[in-house]
């Protein structure tokens, strides 16, 4: 007899392998840990593997979890995009769309290209660039939405709060009587205003060394040993070094992001991209629960 996959099983096993854990999923979810628990079960019966492998500290992938695991995002995302598609089906007209660099910098060109694919009548032009840019285009009328600081003040839906780490080479060892070499963004840019806050604070000087506007060149002039800079905790590739206070470096604030403008929007794509990055950020496990 065939064995067919049920998609609410799929979605409970990819929730605890993004999350780590049977309880943060089943917070993720709105689920208890033992429905997580049994469905996790119930999948390990229809695909006669096993699939994760748990002890009292901590939940990890077995072998056969790893080799699922892709499968299981990409049946995901097409049952999602299949959704979307079917019930949004009239879905067109143009929206204008702002975006900090450093959200989610390794993974917005697949989100919005499944985006295209789900809405293929709306035509999305992407802006990329730092809140104080961004905001001023948004308030003028040319940007219809915005993922940005939550700092302006201007009504914005939070999306997620994250923290704010320093990180470095993975060989970079610091030297307490010697300046710390930052890598970072222009001088009045909110992560350079927080670095240079909490360096003072904690009595440590600074020399920039490198300055830019690009997230992800700036990961790659850390990569080549030339300083320290500081990311989101989820762009922090696993070659870089995180240093924290047993290094001598002071904690950074939480960032909150925050999504900008659908309230003033006059058609539903506002909603149905709010919807698209709510969904995409929740089920990644950076937002607990939906707004």
Known sequence: ??????????????????TGGFS???????????????????LEEILESRLLDRDRRSTH?????ERFLSYAHRLLDLHDEALRVMLHPDAEGSL???????????????????????????????HSGLSRNLMPMYESGELDLVIAHKRWPAAGRTLYREPILWAAHGDYRPQLDQPVPLVTYAYNTLFHEWAEEALHHAGKTYRVA???????????VVRAGLGVTMLPKSVIPEDLRILGPESGFPELPIMEVALYGEERMETPLARHLSAFFLDTLQSMGLMEQKP
């Not at 943060?24 to 119930?42: D, E, F, H, N, P």
Request: aromatic share 8%.
């Open 210 to 220: 490198y300055t830019g506007a690009g997230m992800m060149v700036l990961i790659e």
């Open 1 to 18: 007899m065939r064995a067919d996959l049920d998609i609410d099983l799929v979605r409970c096993f990819t929730a605890v392998a993004d």
């Open 24 to 42: 943060s999923a089943g917070r993720l979810l709105g689920r208890t840990q033992s429905a997580v628990s049994m469905k996790i079960k119930r």
């Open 61 to 65: 992938l077995t072998a056969e979890g």
């Open 96 to 126: 204008k769309l702002g975006v900090i660099s450093y959200f989610l910098p390794q993974k917005l060109p697949e989100l919005l290209a499944r985006f295209a694919r789900a809405y293929p009548k709306v035509r999305l032009e992407v």
